[in-house]
């Protein structure tokens, strides 16, 4: 019944049933899936575009008729993770134990693990899953993640690719391929990446400060001016909530010169990550830039206090921009102290390395 | 075509004082007869000119293939009319110009809209690998001189008088080495008479320590990248005092100008706080820049840092290429104007006075444009007279198989930014006519009317390809004023000459007499006003290196004014 299901299936969606048919027939308990064929197919659609609402609800009625199907168990495990909810975990290892070494388990297991921040544990089950089915979109997209994570980003980008290939309608994978591009400067690419995440998944907040982020170098300002505001509108407590959407749009006001909106939103971005170097540090240089040199030094002195780490705000930048901010407040002595700090401080270089001559 | 010259109207002269050029003025704009659209059209192929820059590439893409090269427009034998001087390469590793694909050239203009090849006849054909270009008078005579950079080979040309040039580079002594005598990888040159004795100085910018021996390889073979500037020591800019007798002496040490290592590209000087001494600033390759603030003659501070120059207004380097540095807001002060890599944008930045600047490209909205775009020479010109100066900008890649990344592109066609007079600039590269929708491998820049139509010109040199001649086809109708200046107690120039000018309806406008900015460049030394619908000025204020401060009243738009310092 179910390879029969599965062939007809795959008669007209020859790559998207491979992704269907891998998490529906690896199942060793399949009878007592039986009947729930299409049902788990449209959960597991609602899964891959972060629908988790409505996966929950069609969940629920699922489990009632099918109390012991483990896809249901897998699902269930997928929209814990999407809550951070811990018990997640439990329910992951509870339906690889029912069904071994299956990849899409495995691998969605191996995300959750990344959200925890638990990333060796990660690379072991990613490259299990991988390992298991080299065909399987939810596995090779994982392992495509952890590999960029390892520094590998070339590995990473082909399984990445292959993933959206065989699946092109899973958030995450065409997801984290446009993270890579927009980490590569591959702005173009990336946004064909985060605008199809945002059409999948409408609501993924952020997605559309990607997709915004990704659209500023190649010009198109007015769309990522709407991309920011529609990252916006569904950026929303919880698990997906983007604590740097209004870092971001502040920035890009503040380029378009709309200052005062670009205030707004950046006030809000100290408050939601105070311990970010670089929001304090952008918001100083509005300060200077509109003439509030009182905040300006305030915000830039406690961008002074936060580390390098904290952000990818460098320690030359902060001093830069002290010394301007001090120049402008007529304190000489520390707008000396700062330009010394400045000039001592050697700057990042351009990207390259030297390779072997020709012969 | 062919517009009359006429001296100078005369009305008062003030000597000794030193007028408050730098005054904020209330703006007013010039009116406008019509708003068409800036418009370039590129004559080259019915020139005669047929110039391609030959960088003697190979196939390890040696950083230096990039690099080369400038362009001088001169008016060499005094006939009123700009000729074109371009530097060429040489084969890679030798550095020798083996043949004359890799001579540099001189073109004749003969006031008709062709040029003649008159290299030979004027012994200009050099050596060594060239790089860049400045062309002004050193020696008083009337004449205009030439300075050739270039990695192995400096060479000063002294004009004949004859349609010929004399290399007197050793008698000089301005031959490029340093104190150890070794000779530095010169880029730009700027004539600039930084103590005001009345003799033109000259500075030079180095970029770093390269041979053929030291070369670096990057990228991967077959698609060898031109390897970033880091893999490679920086090297000190030089400055040679006039002697006055046919020689100079190198002062870079005992002028502070020694004490800072950089990788210098473009330069341009200005006097950006109105001191009556002409300041430097350099533009350096992924490394702060460098502005000299000149103390009163006696050596320069850097102090770029201080002034807001050095970094971009995120503290952070870009690869700075070709500069200008003019007053584009109509406020007295002089801006600065950068072309940098793609993913960088260009800097602007905005002269504040009291020795502070602050960066514009975004609130002047050419951040989003330039992010694309990797720019060579640079300026700050009004190219349709309304009385505002626009931003120009010779685009290309710096590696020739950058289109690896499909982000990258080698040819890029060159950008014009039309000043909005609100201070923000609006990109008009794709409606400025089909002389800049070229995509070419583009590099030095010169500005200069070569028609003596009143529209600043364009002529841009071209790696693997032929120069651009770009006429400026602007047909609004504005009009406008060419000042060329005579000094007497300057130099002869007048480089360095602060010019303040009034028109008819009250808008107010400053320049300045220089040749240098853009990158490894040579514009021309006559200064440019477009007057919009005013055909008259009500005053034109030079202020001389001198000091000599000298006023002229109501003088008709439309010519080109030859004024002579001091003369009643």
Redesign the interface.
Known sequence: MRALYGSVLCLGMAVRCIAATSEVTTDSNADACAGAEIQLKSLSTNLNRNQFSVAEDRLTLLKAEHPDCSSILLAEARIKASQGAAEARDLFARYLEKVPNDPAGLAYFARFLIDQGQYQQADELSDAAASQDVKNPAALAVRGQILIMKGQPKQGEELLIKSCELDPDNAESQFQLGVLYDRT?????AVKHFQKVVDLDPGYASAWDYLALNL????E?DRADAAYRRGLEVNHEGQQFDAFLDYNYGRFL????RLAESKLHLDRAVELVPDYRDTWYDRA?LNL?IGNYAQARSDAERAASLTEETGGI?N??????L??IY??LGEKEL?DKY?NL??QTP????????????Q | MNNPTSHHRLVSLTAGLLIALVAREMRTQPPTQNAAGISFENRQPQSGVDFVLNNGTTVDKPIIDSIPGGVALLDYDNDGFLDIFFTNGARIPSLSKEGPGFYNRLYHNNHDGTFTDVTEKAGLSGTGYSIGVAAADFDNDGWTDLYVTGINHNILYRNNHDGTFTDVTEKAGVSGVNSAGKKLLSVSAAWIDYDNDGRLDLFVTNYLDWSPETSKVCGLPGKRLSCPPSLYPGEPNILYHNNGDGTFTDVSKSTGIADQIGKGMGVAVADYDADGWMDIFVANDNQRNFLFKNRRGKGFDEVGVEAGVAYTEDGIPVSSMGVDSRDYRNDGRPGIFITALGGETFPLYRNEGNDLFSMETYPANIGFSTYKMSGWGAGIVDLNNDGYKDLFSANSHVSENADIDPQQHYLQTNAIFENMKDNTFQDVSAHAGPGLSLRAAHRGAAFGDLNNDGKVDIVVSVIAGHAELLYNTTANGNHWLLIQTIGTKSNRDGIGTQIKLTSQSGSVQFNQVTTAGSYASSSDKRVHFGLGGDTLVKEVTLRWPSGTVQTLHNVKADQILKVTEGAL
Do not use: D, F, H, M
């Open positions: 400067k591959r702005p173009g690419e500023e170098p190649l010009g300002v503040a380029k378009r010169n240089k830039r460098l030359l930048q902060v001093y830069n921009l010394e301007q120049r402008r707008a330009a400045t000039r700057p990042p270089t351009r990207k390259g390395s030297e390779s072997t001559p020709s």
